[in-house]
């Protein structure tokens, strides 16, 4: 008979899997970091700044003493690398081997991915990194028409191609800005190069998707990944027959789980923490499973015109008593220290709005000071009517 779980069992679960909320952690601060990206498996990079970019946040959501420069840290002593998940994110670099299907499905042609390559532009390109060491977008001059709707340079297409095909990594970052250079400079002496059997690798899709995740569907676990769906099936199926995996029912629904995972059930959750989440959190990422199991309807709104914006251009889902309750759209005015909460909204399931309050005023502090912030002001809030809540805020 197939187990079943309630959908707060679940939920709980997956919590747990994905180190939320943080609890309080001893030992060096940047090996906490390096154990979080190693089991999440990966930490999706986002450009916007709205406040701090999000693979910081999704960081400093697990470990309560994160600060940037331990990222940094970690990709200089080769521990992280960056490279393509369902988007571009930092990864683990002893998972390194299992980014080489990709890369050589991407270098066959067999699979594309933002440009059409340019062989000729991409050996010149690889020639002056060969000669002249790491080098960035920008010391590639170009007075010619830009290619595409970004504005993209020719040379930057090119570096983009050897890298999604793995001739490239990318070094560091300045200002933002990938530092480029060949991959056998950037790679540790030990690191392991072969190319994962197809069995090995869908094997590793779903425990990796699984350990971070707690349960999940077969197309969770192949999210905007191609060609793969058929084999993580037969592997999911033989996996299952030798009690690898287990098959749990929650809602009705058919999910997997790995049996030591169930353990985590036993394991009491910090509900009263509250956790203020980047849009691009690794819970939050595949939007269908958050409203299925956390009944959570997210659509992060930067891409939305402003008029039929409903929370804000950049609302950040509020996890508190092991639920999504709440979405907070800030904006941090950095020259002038100064956190704006734009608007504050709660979900209409939440109604402990005192116990809430002051969960978020405890919060507050630390996440301003994580977004180098020394002012708070709440603009808006839904529903109008909690003066707890504008109460709790305003003696920050």
């Known amino acids: 008979m197939t187990p079943s779980l309630s959908l707060e069992q679940a939920r709980k679960l997956i919590l747990h899997s994905q ?17 979080a990206i190693e089991h999440l498996g990966y930490i999706q990079i986002d450009t916007i700044s709205a406040i701090q970019r ?27 690398f960056e490279y393509w998940s369902h988007a571009a994110a930092y990864l683990p670099m002893r998972d390194y081997r299992y980014s ?3 890369k050589k499905a991407i270098a066959s042609g067999e699979q594309r991915h933002w440009y059409a390559p340019d062989k000729k532009l991409m050996n010149a390109v690889l020639k002056r990194i060969t000669l002249e060491g790491p080098l960035m977008a920008k010391d590639f001059e170009h007075s010619g028409k830009k290619l595409d709707e970004w504005n993209t340079k ?6 983009e191609s050897l890298f999604m095909q793995g001739e490239l990594m990318i070094s560091n970052r300045i200002n933002f800005h990938k530092v480029y250079d060949l991959t056998e400079r950037v790679l540790p002496p030990d690191i392991n190069t072969t190319t994962p059997s197809p069995e090995e690798y869908a094997r590793f899709l779903i425990t990796r998707y699984l350990q971070a995740n707690g349960l999940g569907q077969l197309a969770e676990m192949s999210y905007l990944l191609k060609n793969i769906k058929p084999l993580l099936a037969a592997t999911a199926q033989d996996m299952t027959a030798s009690g690898e995996l287990l098959e749990i029912n929650v809602a009705g629904k058919k999910l997997y789980s790995l049996p030591t995972s169930l353990d985590l059930l036993n394991k009491p959750l910090a509900r009263n923490k509250l956790a203020i989440l980047s849009p691009f959190d690794n819970l939050l990422i595949q939007r269908k499973r958050m409203q299925a199991l956390f009944d959570f309807d997210y659509l992060i709104e930067c891409y939305v015109p402003e008029k039929k914006r409903q929370f804000g251009y950049f609302s950040l889902p509020i996890l508190w008593d092991g639920r ?10 950095r020259r002038e220290s100064h956190l704006h909460i734009h608007h504050l909204a709660l979900e209409s399931s939440l109604k402990n709005t005192d116990d809430f309050s002051q969960a978020l005023s405890k919060t507050l502090p630390a996440f301003m000071k994580f977004n180098n912030c020394e002012q708070l002001t709440l603009h808006k809030t839904t529903p109008k009517n909690f003066p707890s809540l504008a109460a709790y805020i305003t003696s920050l």
Do not use: F, S
């Not at 999000?54 to 003493?65: E, I, K, Y």
């Not at 020719?154 to 570096?159: I, M, N």
């Not at 999504?324 to 005015?333: E, G, P, Q």
């Open 19 to 35: 180190l939320l909320p943080a609890l309080k952690q001893i030992g060096n601060a940047t090996a906490i970091t390096l154990q």
């Open 54 to 80: 999000a693979h910081h946040h999704t960081l400093w959501n697990r470990n309560p003493r994160y600060d940037t420069t331990q990222l940094e840290q970690l990709v200089t002593d080769k521990k992280v």
């Open 100 to 102: 080489l299907p990709r």
């Open 154 to 159: 020719p040379a930057k297409r090119a570096l």
């Open 324 to 333: 999504l309750v709440a979405r907070m759209d800030c904006k941090a005015d």
